[in-house]
């Protein structure tokens, strides 16, 4: 089983701060640009990364991760390629931890085994399948956990202490918990209800707690990192991307765009328990 | 007929406790669903053996749908094919105008037992839109129906019934803005709302256990031409038709006819411009291949890297699954039922598609050509197709495609 990000986590912890979890879609806005916000996120602060697989069809989706799945799918981006620059960026960087994230039609149709064939030989820490929840374990979840890739489980506010011991049995790597019934993106509705919500998993696992969903500047990573291990940026990042872009290309700022946003959210991370 | 109960391997099993029919099925949906899809589950299974709730649905059925609908002997298309006799199941007769309101009936009954507060919908060309607004309307429950902008630009009137029976209509503009986007958007809307919102899912779709409860709820077609067919010809039809688009009608029609070896089987999907066009028809079982959408595993077009292709369908609903998936629409009880809308006439410009209108001329000039060909030697087949006003030939296309696979047949209201 990779490790990497069980490393990273305790890491983190022995610093007395949560780490800062940043999604980018790969392929967005092209695949050239998308590969050097690859390659500079771990100096802008990302202590992990989730590296989204752009689907047609993005049901749990807000319309920035939208908008950045459908300019990833423009530019030609296919499931091959983002293995393919995972695999670089893998022999640039052997520690941060890298995590794909999307839905499993692509992976299906790729093929299950060879997808995790390939994705181990790209250096591939986990994987996060919104749309595969455990009763549908056998379909990627155990193959992977075979193959030796972690499988990072969403957790819910709709998940209940009946159903969570379910949930976090073939979870690995970390837990992610959604910080409300909703899309990404969408606004977070009680602060001391995600901390609640996070303290009731920690007491049901020794996995490591991160919160996504709704987390956009560095107050809020600090606000949110007090309770969880982890705090997961994805929609701010598509959209401070998206912004940069003029007539849908990128530009001489858009990388810049997500390494300044990961630097205020690393600062915000390191400010959470201080 | 042999006996159902000695026939060890029924066809119309399943699905297995997994929500799988094979292969296929599932429950394919992010985690904050799942609770609710798992109650659903539970309360489905009591409703199914609560006597009460079987007996509102059959009664709402009869006096509220109107059932049961006519089986209806086609003389004219009879002897104008000269071979089978042709029967039509009049599901446009129903209230509202579609097979959409069986379904509808028998959610709407379990959101309510469920003790959902407001209903959402998705819809394609509106029927089920309107069949969901109706049921709302009937039972006094808030309804929001996603519907692809696309379409709520070329069907307009549906929009309009909707809204007058007290719907909120969202007009959908992701992607190509057509019912797999309405459908998006409807998964979203339910995740944010999850609480206090039934998802009315009027396809055979969705996580289990969607597609099981659209097929018993849609059974009734199938039950009902059966027995009518006994009565009208004392035997089982030779030959079962229909449309593919989503699949409740087709569903709804073959389930009940499943084990009986001695009927064949047709189910007809939207063509366009060609199955061997990638992305120019909505062909999702002929054209498509299995794939993971909308909670379950089913019949999609998509392309090599596993992104969904849109499809191309100049009737909405068989973008539908143009796009998506793989069930039909509407039902010949041994032939085709050819329907008319009585607000459109005439197909308006509007809704064909350029490339439509490009294969509607290609088509004009074949037929010319084919007329002035069995003007030598007469054809009893194609006698009609000799048509030359514009509207007529519209009108022979309509049937003539529908046979053919060039367009669902129940345009525009599957």
Redesign the interface.
């Known amino acids: 089983m990779s490790t990497r990000i069980a490393e990273r986590f305790a890491a983190c912890a022995k610093e007395g701060r949560p780490a800062l979890v940043t999604f980018v879609m790969s392929g967005d806005p092209d695949p050239a640009t998308s590969e050097k916000i690859l390659a500079a996120l771990p100096g802008a602060g990302a202590d992990i990364i989730e590296f989204g697989m752009p689907?047609?069809?993005?049901?749990?989706?807000?319309p920035g991760i939208?908008l950045a799945g459908q300019r990833a799918?423009a530019s030609g981006q296919?499931?091959?390629k983002t293995l393919d620059q995972v695999k670089r960026f893998r022999a640039m960087d052997a520690d941060t931890p890298v995590v794909l994230m999307g839905?499993?039609?692509?992976?299906?149709?790729?093929g299950v085994e060879s997808f995790l064939a390939d994705a181990v030989a790209a250096g591939v820490d986990g994987l996060i399948v919104?749309?595969?929840?455990?009763?549908?374990d056998d379909e990627l979840c155990i193959p992977a956990l075979a193959a030796g890739i972690n499988f990072i489980?969403?957790?819910?506010?709709?998940?209940?202490d009946k159903?969570l011991p379910a949930?976090l049995k073939n979870t690995s790597g970390f837990v992610y918990y959604?910080s409300m019934?909703?899309?990404t993106g969408?606004a977070i509705k009680s602060n001391a209800a995600v901390g609640e919500s996070v303290r009731r998993i920690k007491g049901h696992t020794d996995l490591p707690v991160a919160v996504g969903f709704g987390i956009k500047t560095a107050e809020d990573a600090a606000i949110f990192g007090r309770d969880a291990d982890g705090v997961v940026v994805g929609t701010a990042l598509c959209n401070a991307l998206g912004s940069s872009l003029e007539n849908g290309k990128a530009t001489a700022g858009t990388v810049a765009a997500v390494t300044t946003l990961v630097e205020g959210l690393a600062s915000g991370v390191r400010r959470a328990r201080a | 007929m042999i006996d159902d109960a000695i026939r060890p391997n029924s066809l119309r099993n399943g699905p297995d406790e997994?929500g799988r029919f094979g292969q296929f099925g599932?429950?394919?949906?992010?985690?904050?669903?799942?609770?609710?899809i798992l109650d659903l589950e539970k309360a489905y299974r009591a409703a199914q053996a609560d006597p009460a709730y079987v007996e509102e649905v059959r009664f709402l059925g009869e006096h509220y749908t109107g059932r049961p609908s006519p089986l209806y002997f086609a003389e004219r298309l009879t002897e104008h094919l000269g071979g089978a006799k042709v029967y039509f199941k009049r599901e446009e007769l129903n209230h509202t105008g579609s097979h959409k309101l069986n379904n509808c009936i028998g959610q709407i009954l379990l959101a309510k037992r469920m003790g959902k507060t407001r209903i959402i919908a998705e819809t394609g060309a509106g029927q089920h839109g309107v069949a969901t607004a109706t049921v709302c309307a009937r039972f006094g429950l808030p309804c929001t129906i996603f519907m692809g902008a696309t379409d709520v630009a070329r069907q307009r009137p549906n929009v309009w019934r909707m809204k007058m029976l007290g719907a909120e209509v969202r007009a959908v503009t992701?992607?190509a803005g057509t019912l797999?986007d309405a459908m998006?958007e409807a998964?979203?809307d339910w995740?944010?709302?999850?609480?206090d919102t039934y998802y009315l899912i009027g396809t055979a779709a969705g996580p289990h256990p969607y597609p099981e409860m659209v097929r018993d709820f849609q059974s009734v077609v199938g039950t009902e031409i059966k027995a009518q067919m006994l009565v009208a010809e004392g035997k089982l039809p030779d030959a079962l038709v229909a449309c593919v688009g989503g699949g409740s009608n087709a569903i709804g029609t073959f389930h009940p006819f499943l084990d009986d070896t001695s009927v064949k089987i047709y189910g007809a999907e939207a063509g366009g411009h060609g199955i061997d066009i990638e992305n120019g028809h909505a062909s999702s079982m002929t054209g498509g291949r299995p794939?993971?959408?909308?909670?379950n595993r089913t019949y999609?077009l998509?392309n090599?890297?596993?992104?969904?292709l849109e499809g191309h369908s100049i009737s909405p609903a068989s973008t539908i699954r143009a796009s998506a998936r793989s069930t039909p629409s509407c039902t010949i009880a041994a032939a085709l039922p050819t329907r008319r809308s009585p607000t459109r006439k005439r197909w308006p410009r509007s809704s064909f598609a350029r490339g439509s209108r490009a294969s509607f001329r290609r088509w004009k000039r074949r037929m010319a050509w084919r007329c002035c060909k069995r003007s030598r030697r007469p054809c009893a087949r194609t006698r009609p197709l000799c048509c030359v006003s514009r509207v007529a030939a519209i009108r022979t296309w309509n049937r003539s495609a529908s046979i053919s696979g060039w367009r669902c047949n129940e345009y525009p209201y599957c």
Not at chain 2, 291 to 295: D, R, S, T
Not at chain 2, 304 to 308: A, K, L, M
């Open positions: 689907f047609s069809d993005p049901m749990a989706d807000g939208q799918l296919t499931l091959h839905y499993y039609n692509p992976i299906y149709i790729y919104v749309d595969l929840p455990p009763e549908e489980r969403l957790t819910t506010p709709t998940t209940d159903r949930v959604v019934n909703g899309i969408g | 997994q599932g429950r394919f949906v992010a985690e904050t669903l799942m609770p609710l992701a992607g797999k998006n998964l979203r995740v944010t709302n999850v609480e794939g993971v959408l909308h909670g999609l998509q090599g890297d596993g992104q969904i």
